[in-house]
């Protein structure tokens, strides 16, 4: 028996978006999902679940910013001091 259902369900998933059972065939393009429209469902789902929570990639950005901004400060004062440092008109200057 065990061997027969084995044969005739190869295997099957069921469709994320509609629940559905799907056979994990070449046929089924659009596998897990039964269709292309599911898939383009569960695609937007997945959209604007990220749009809803704008929190966590805007405050990473903020923090990537801020640090964005404080290396090109640094960058300035180190390429400044590194400039005075190894001009040869120093001490002409000084
Ligand atoms: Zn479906």
């Given at each position: 028996m065990t061997d027969l259902t084995k044969s005739t369900s190869p295997l099957s998933v069921d469709c994320p978006t509609c629940r559905v059972a799907v056979e994990w065939i070449e046929k089924n393009t659009f596998r897990?999902?039964?269709s292309q429209r599911c898939q383009l469902i569960d695609?937007?789902?997945?959209?604007?679940?990220?749009?809803?929570?704008?929190?966590?990639?805007?405050?990473?950005?903020?923090?990537?910013?801020?640090?964005?901004?404080?290396?090109?400060?640094?960058?300035?004062?180190?390429?400044?001091?590194?400039?005075?440092?190894?001009?040869?008109?120093?001490?002409?200057?000084?």
């Open positions: 897990p999902f039964c695609l937007g789902e997945w959209a604007t679940e990220s749009f809803r929570i704008p929190q966590a990639p805007s405050a990473a950005m903020d923090e990537y910013e801020l640090e964005e901004m404080e290396r090109l400060l640094a960058d300035q004062e180190d390429g400044d001091s590194d400039h005075s440092n190894s001009e040869p008109h120093k001490g002409w200057i000084q």
